[in-house]
């Protein structure tokens, strides 16, 4: 068995050979103590250590060895078990480059979450800015086109021309009350809106709802 895992053609030739002769070089200090400390009994056991062997073309692989002092034909003698570890070493590298990319690949989808999560705040903050500002801006030409109109209310008009000014004052409400559920929005989000409960006088809501479709209404020939 040790023949074929040191790819030894005639296992005979190990007869006599030291582990030494097998041990990589760099490890042989660490297994000569060991051996030592088993020849003069001050262990009669070597707890499995891993050293690097040498097959006999050259190449060193890792091995755990594992010494135990015994008795063989009335003879001190100490039996060695070695093991193999290529494989075993080989997977723990596959499972430690696995764990790598597999950890490359939690950090790079962290990175783009909190980047998607940058450009979500910073569309968000855009979108209400854009909101607060264009608000703002309906405001200026429709508190004009109320203030005219308001004006115009107060002459005496023709019954034809009063209606009309009624329109312009209406859709002008419904309209600027709609920037303000606009601004209303904004401050949703921004978590800075404010109700009140208030009475609503339902006949009048529908009464002016009524005469902000009336013309479009009385253009398409619709009752």
């Not at 004009?144 to 109109?149: K, N, P, Q, R």
Request: glycine share 4%; hydrophobic share 45%.
């Amino acid at each position: 068995a040790l023949a074929r895992l040191l790819r030894v053609d005639d296992p005979m030739t190990l007869r006599g050979a030291n582990v030494e002769d097998f041990t990589h070089p760099d490890d042989r200090d660490l297994i000569h103590k060991r051996v030592a400390e088993m020849a003069y009994g001050t262990t009669r056991q070597l707890p499995a250590i891993e050293e690097r062997l040498l097959r006999s073309d050259g190449e060193a692989f890792p091995a755990e060895v594992i010494a135990v002092t015994a008795m063989f034909d009335g003879e001190p003698a100490t039996i060695v078990v070695v093991s193999d570890l290529s494989e075993r070493k080989r997977h723990e590298q596959q499972l430690r480059a696995l764990n790598e990319e597999l950890e490359e690949r939690v950090a790079q989808r962290t990175a783009a979450l909190a980047e998607a999560k940058e450009r979500a705040e910073a569309a968000d903050q855009a979108k209400s800015a854009l909101l607060s500002r264009a608000s703002h801006e309906l405001r200026t030409p429709l508190n004009s086109i109320l203030g005219f109109a308001q004006i115009l209310a107060l002459d005496e008009l023709p019954p034809d021309q009063e209606e009309s000014v009624d329109h312009i004052l209406a859709g002008g409400q419904h309209l600027l009350g709609l920037v303000d559920e606009v601004l209303d929005l904004a401050h949703i989000e921004t978590g800075r809106i404010a109700l009140s409960i208030e009475s609503t006088d339902l006949d009048l809501a529908v009464r002016e709802a009524l005469r902000i479709v009336a013309p479009m209404a009385t253009e398409r020939g619709i009752v």
